[in-house]
């Protein structure tokens, strides 16, 4: 059965840099791994997405081991602005019809 | 370019009822997937259409149920209504399948008396 864990909530200050893990047991080769920024009263914003090694966008970094058993979303210089819950999401069986499952969601407080 | 659009954004409907959600994709996306979303269970995918066709499903009842038009517009219709199905119902439109990169949209906040 697949199951994704993240970590409830985290703290940072402006300026440090954030990693947020999320674990996904069962993970095929070729599930992808994406993640999502949520601001209350809205819909979930696409983040980063990827399905091995690293992938880096102007926003984010995305760190997934070899054994992909977790992946690590990387907030370079947080702001303010970047207090939100972030959720990873797993593709399931992305060769084929998928199962997406999220994970319960990472409320970051970014404190001055 | 124009988001996602879902209407109506809030709704009120009595236990026993059926109900109608509409979402309207960004234009040229073919693939459209309905989320649920609450503070208990968090955000719980329920179907994804693409070119009309329910290409996947969630664990959700059969009185969950959807449809996407020639348009890529789509429709989820929930019958006899029980009050935990009072969520936040999420719409979400991607160029391809569901696996990528996914434009969501506002949501349509029902809820069960």
């Known amino acids: 059965l697949a199951k994704i864990t993240q970590p409830i909530s985290m703290d940072s200050y402006e300026g440090q840099e954030v990693n947020i893990t999320c674990s996904h047991n069962?993970?095929?080769?070729?599930?992808?791994i994406t993640w999502y920024q949520q601001f209350p009263s809205q819909g979930p914003r696409f983040i980063i997405q990827g399905y091995k090694t690293k992938v880096t966008n102007e926003v984010a970094s995305l760190f997934i081991p070899a054994d992909r058993k977790s992946s690590t979303l990387s907030l370079p210089r947080v702001s303010l602005s970047d207090t939100a819950v972030y959720y990873c999401?797993?593709?399931?069986?992305?060769?084929?019809?998928?199962?997406?499952?999220f994970g319960q969601g990472t409320t970051l407080q970014v404190k001055p | 370019k124009a988001g996602v659009t879902q209407t109506p954004r809030y709704l009120i409907k009595t236990r026993g009822q059926q109900v109608t959600l509409s979402c309207s994709p960004i234009s040229g996306h073919r693939s459209v997937s309905w989320y649920q979303q609450t503070p208990g269970q968090g955000l719980q995918f329920l179907f994804e259409?693409?070119?009309?066709?329910?290409?996947n499903k969630g664990n959700f009842p059969g009185r969950f149920s959807g449809r996407q038009f020639s348009n890529s517009r789509s429709e989820m219709n929930v019958s006899t209504l029980e009050l935990g199905d009072s969520a936040l119902y999420l719409c979400?439109?991607?160029?391809?399948?569901?696996?990528?990169?996914?434009?969501f949209g506002p949501g349509t906040r029902l809820t069960v008396t």
């Open positions: 259409y693409f070119s009309e066709t329910q290409r």
């Open positions: 979400a439109s991607s160029v391809g399948t569901a696996t990528y990169e996914q434009y």
């Open positions: 999401l797993v593709a399931y069986g992305s060769s084929n019809t998928g199962k997406l499952i």
């Open positions: 069962n993970i095929a080769t070729n599930d992808y």
